[in-house]
Nanobody
Framework: QVQLVESGGGLVQAGGSLRLSCAAPGRTLSSYAVGWFRQAPGKEREFVATISWSGGTRSYADSVKGRFTISRDNAKNTVYLQMNSLIPEDTAVYYC??????????????????WGQGTQVTVSS
């Protein structure tokens, strides 16, 4: 079982920024697509962003386009989610997920993937 660890969540005012990190201690993430998802209270988990194993392909949910940026540093074995211009509707637990297939391009909610425990992001108005 692969364990992913998210960090960087917290409380921020609307308009502020946070950078989330996703690491896999003891495992190389560089060959796998990684995605970020979020789940707000009372709502289903939703897709936020995904990045291919090489970093060459990225996609975003419409709700975060232009505000969030997904990136990866394979030398540091870490994937990031830079979140700018945060709004209260971004409040959720954020999860990262790593595809189980080498050379994968995207992670969706239905992909075979390893998941982290999540990190709370709270945006106050």
């Amino acid at each position: 079982q692969v364990q992913l660890v998210e960090s960087g969540g917290g409380l921020v005012q609307a308009g502020g920024s946070l950078r989330l990190s996703c690491a896999a201690p003891g495992r190389t993430l560089s060959s796998y697509a990684v995605g970020w998802f979020r789940q707000a209270p009372g709502k289903e988990r939703e897709f936020v962003a995904t990045i291919s194993w090489s970093g060459g392909t990225r996609s975003y949910a419409d709700s975060v386009k232009g505000r969030f940026t997904i990136s990866r540093d394979n030398a540091k074995n870490t994937v990031y989610l830079q979140m700018n211009s945060l709004i209260p509707e971004d409040t959720a637990v954020y999860y990262c997920a790593a595809h189980t297939t080498v050379g994968s391009v995207v992670v969706t909610a239905r992909s075979p993937a390893y998941w982290g425990q999540g990190t709370q992001v709270t945006v106050s108005s």
